[in-house]
């Protein structure tokens, strides 16, 4: 198979599909609309859960595990909820094959008297589990993750993006009071921006969504937005204040210190694999993946150059301090003596494969004492003295952590548009990136927006200058611009 | 709700579920067959995958992950598998619901052209999947792992032992010789056998199946047999070669180094939840659970005795550097300083929950310099300095972890027996534990012996002793002994 990618410029949705899987990050599987997530893409998503699931400890959440299936009955007790769901659930109605003469079938006589959903989400049968577990105001708050696969039937479908199985942790906690859900439901916010940036790398927009685009089932649902190399936004990360619907949908009361009666506030919360898609789409190029030093599953390469067994084994020797050097700081390191491809081989590879830092030695290096580095992100090189190379590796490879970041925020600020007229916001849109603009606030202008330009209000950006104008749509009076975008 | 549980003695599957919904681990959901697995016996479960990672990774594997579904028509591709998993397959037969007179009903024009199952296992989709992989003997082997939740559809279920969904690990390689995929069975039964022993303190008999009990495409089945406290054997954990089933089943060739084309060899292997069930089942006793101190969610608890403000903050001052200092060993640490419950509460609780060592710190021990050591699994206290504590608990730590194997391991000795007739036979079940004799080797006498007495070819011991003797069923000549129990 060709390793050849296209390039963004001439097809960006190709280049993206290639990239993913010819870099072995996940391919389509033989089930419509789900995919295989391969080694060297699931040892990123490994390495985002160890970090976020540190993150939600840190914050006194303990993780647990609620059941697949979902009964239909269930469903129906939040309306909005299965108003929002219903057209993408997958439901079981048997519980058995057979064999016929047309061979395996489903066996007729084995039909569920309930059929089971398989869960899209998890507030249903999460609520109705935590009636039984709080009674007083001493079980609360209640703090849980839980680290599961979803499934909402997708007609069109995009390898991490969009997908009808993925895989995501669902934070579902009970509290007292409005006040602590909503602490809860901000401060979630913050950890889901603070690893989107600090480990991804990508700069995100924190904002609230406005009504036509809230989860289903709750008063209130806080975004990250991240913008695209493409001039698409993402939305990568939600947290829902969800008031007190689902305590009431399943009873679930509890008593105050005073004795009273009331029912239990919430929050959920939640990232998936699509962070994946966010991840490659915000920094890799046309040579193939960019990793953010953090999130890379090895953070540097060692490529020695040689000929014939000798030479091999001097650099062989070489090497082995070097790369304990480096391990001893906690940097992965994998060094590929293989005989059975090229070195030129192998530096494409891992371009391709977004290592951030590759070293290569030489038989001339082990005379000079030198080794010639290259970071992925600049694609540039130097030839550095081995001796202390430890230490500037680990320099580097904060550094190009950083400048990931750096870059990723300088092309969404220069991407960033204000306009004052439809006819500004729709040449900006063109251009790509986000649209700030001012909306008379009703949910049918968002709508009407949406029609005619295919953008949608990615979110009221938290803390918010508030700013007399007039709706670009309607002429109608508003008091704050909000982000517009087409997103994904 | 009581803390109370029943006695093993009386009713030791009463107790079971009892502890099992009492400690906290897990309890029953809405949805038949189905469990909820609770904060407190998931923080067990992510210790026990966090040790098996490690262990798969140490042993050249890495982790991905395929679809929760898998088409029909690749069932019916391996003529052993789909008669093995037919019977309990979850079937999803549509894709959306919809509003109508009667409520939330499933869209009848929302049918699938093809059912698809559930997961119950993934070689299916695997092997599928490894056709597009494999294609030289460079791309060998292929040593994967995926952690996933499975459904098989049970009619009669028990928490963690038997239940429709649940989490497990499955392993799945392929390799180019017999020999490669056969030793590479025997290294992932090794590694299983280990971590049960050392980690859960459960020793295990390792062993080969009998046809009758091999997994559902096998061409052998390798396992780790377990005996628990009420003389029920539990299989632990299982490891398959496959041969090439799978591989022509999915037609999945490679080329070696000679250019000639042949089938791929093939292993499985996994553990699920189930081992939660054991590990419950092999040490916990009539006030609660027993946990191994490397699986314990936290390994000490300390419980202030005081009275009033005063008394508790002199009590939290000496606290604090005891609990730094164990900490600082690596040891996980809880300081219960509740004013909300008592002491004695406190004392009944983490009995029930299992914690390896108590600490106990009242007002005379400050004078004394001393504080009191509890361990869970004998029951027993002493009084001690508190300089130097943290090495003392660490050893405890440590004597409490072998303590618990060998105790085990002398249980399960003593309730092996060795017996020579059908009525010797009949009584050691009567007993309890392995019954170790002479069977024909046919697999019509097997399942007589089934039908009679309820036991079940546990497993033909690894380098079983060779010994000629008489069948205990048919009298017919036998070359070996093999492990008889009643079995979960």
């Given at each position: 198979?060709?390793?050849?990618?296209?390039?963004?410029?001439?097809?960006?949705?190709?280049?993206?599909?290639?990239?993913?899987?010819?870099?072995?990050?996940?391919?389509?599987?033989?089930?419509?609309?789900?995919?295989?997530?391969?080694?060297?893409?699931?040892?990123?998503?490994?390495?985002?859960?160890?970090?976020?699931?540190?993150?939600?400890?840190?914050?006194?959440?303990?993780?647990?595990?609620?059941?697949?299936?979902?009964?239909?009955?269930?469903?129906?007790?939040?309306?909005?909820?299965?108003?929002?769901?219903?057209?993408?659930?997958?439901?079981?109605?048997?519980?058995?094959?057979?064999?016929?003469?047309?061979?395996?079938v489903v066996d007729p006589d084995a039909k569920l008297e309930e059929?089971?959903?398989?869960?899209?989400?998890?507030?249903?049968?999460?609520?109705?589990?935590?009636?039984?577990?709080?009674?007083?105001?001493?079980?609360?708050?209640?703090?849980?993750?839980?680290?599961?696969?979803?499934?909402?039937?997708?007609?069109?479908?995009?390898?991490?993006?969009?997908?009808?199985?993925?895989?995501?942790?669902?934070?579902?906690?009970?509290?007292?009071?409005?006040?602590?859900?909503?602490?809860?439901?901000?401060?979630?916010?913050?950890?889901?921006?603070?690893?989107?940036?600090?480990?991804?790398?990508?700069?995100?927009?924190?904002?609230?969504?406005?009504?036509?685009?809230?989860?289903?089932?709750?008063?209130?649902?806080?975004?990250?937005?991240?913008?695209?190399?493409?001039?698409?936004?993402?939305?990568?990360?939600?947290?829902?204040?969800?008031?007190?619907?689902?305590?009431?949908?399943?009873?679930?009361?509890?008593?105050?210190?005073?004795?009273?009666?009331?029912?239990?506030?919430?929050?959920?919360?939640?990232?998936?694999?699509?962070?994946?898609?966010?991840?490659?789409?915000?920094?890799?190029?046309?040579?193939?993946?960019?990793?953010?030093?953090?999130?890379?599953?090895?953070?540097?390469?060692?490529?020695?150059?040689?000929?014939?067994?000798?030479?091999?084994?001097?650099?062989?020797?070489?090497?082995?301090?070097?790369?304990?050097?480096?391990?001893?700081?906690?940097?992965?390191?994998?060094?590929?003596?293989?005989?059975?491809?090229?070195?030129?081989?192998?530096?494409?590879?891992?371009?391709?494969?977004?290592?951030?830092?590759?070293?290569?030695?030489?038989?001339?290096?082990?005379?000079?004492?030198?080794?010639?580095?290259?970071?992925?992100?600049?694609?540039?090189?130097?030839?550095?003295?081995?001796?202390?190379?430890?230490?500037?590796?680990?320099?580097?490879?904060?550094?190009?952590?950083?400048?990931?970041?750096?870059?990723?925020?300088?092309?969404?600020?220069?991407?960033?548009?204000?306009?004052?007229?439809?006819?500004?916001?729709?040449?900006?849109?063109?251009?790509?990136?986000?649209?700030?603009?001012?909306?008379?606030?009703?949910?049918?202008?968002?709508?009407?927006?949406?029609?005619?330009?295919?953008?949608?209000?990615?979110?009221?950006?938290?803390?918010?200058?508030?700013?007399?104008?007039?709706?670009?749509?309607?002429?109608?009076?508003?008091?704050?611009?909000?982000?517009?975008?087409?997103?994904?």
């Open positions: 198979m060709s390793k050849e990618i296209g390039t963004r410029e001439a097809d960006f949705s190709k280049w993206y599909n290639d990239l993913v899987v010819k870099a072995d990050l996940a391919e389509h599987s033989a089930v419509k609309g789900c995919m295989v997530i391969k080694p060297y893409g699931y040892a990123i998503w490994e390495k985002m859960q160890q970090a976020l699931d540190k993150m939600f400890k840190d914050t006194g959440h303990v993780n647990a595990y609620f059941p697949l299936f979902i009964p239909k009955s269930f469903f129906s007790k939040e309306a909005n909820h299965v108003e929002g769901f219903a057209k993408e659930c997958a439901v079981v109605t048997h519980y058995r094959l057979k064999n016929s003469e047309n061979g395996i059929e089971l959903i398989v869960r899209p989400t998890s507030e249903t049968i999460i609520w109705n589990t935590y009636r039984g577990w709080i009674q007083s105001y001493r079980d609360l708050p209640l703090l849980i993750n839980q680290w599961a696969n979803v499934v909402r039937w997708e007609m069109r479908t995009r390898l991490f993006l969009r997908t009808t199985e993925f895989l995501w942790q669902e934070g579902h906690t009970a509290h007292a009071t409005a006040e602590e859900a909503i602490a809860e439901t901000k401060q979630m916010l913050d950890v889901y921006a603070e690893f989107v940036e600090n480990w991804m790398a990508v700069p995100v927009v924190k904002g609230v969504k406005t009504p036509n685009e809230r989860f289903a089932g709750a008063l209130d649902t806080y975004c990250i937005e991240a913008m695209l190399q493409d001039g698409k936004a993402l939305q990568a990360g939600t947290s829902h204040f969800l008031g007190q619907n689902f305590a009431k949908a399943f009873d679930v009361k509890f008593s105050n210190k005073e004795g009273k009666l009331d029912h239990v506030w919430a929050t959920s919360w939640g990232v998936s694999t699509r962070l994946m898609g966010a991840l490659v789409m915000s920094h890799s190029d046309d040579k193939g993946l960019v990793l953010p030093p953090k999130l890379a599953p090895f953070q540097v390469v060692i490529v020695p150059i040689y000929k014939g067994d000798e030479g091999l084994k001097m650099i062989n020797d070489t090497v082995a301090p070097i790369k304990k050097a480096l391990e001893a700081k906690g940097i992965s390191v994998k060094y590929d003596n293989r005989d059975t491809q090229r070195p030129g081989w192998k530096f494409a590879e891992y371009e391709l494969k977004g290592v951030p830092v590759r070293i290569a030695i030489g038989e001339r290096d082990l005379q000079n004492g030198t080794i010639e580095v290259a970071r992925r992100d600049l694609l540039s090189k130097e030839i550095l003295p081995i001796a202390g190379i430890e230490n500037k590796i680990e320099a580097l490879l904060n550094e190009i952590q950083e400048n990931l970041f750096k870059a990723a925020l300088k092309r969404r600020e220069e991407s960033t548009q204000q306009v004052d007229t439809l006819e500004q916001f729709k040449q900006a849109l063109e251009k790509g990136g986000f649209v700030s603009a001012h909306w008379d606030g009703t949910p049918e202008t968002e709508q009407k927006i949406k029609e005619e330009t295919k953008a949608t209000i990615r979110c009221i950006p938290l803390n918010n200058k508030k700013e007399n104008g007039k709706c670009i749509f309607t002429g109608k009076p508003s008091e704050q611009r909000v982000l517009f975008a087409i997103a994904y």
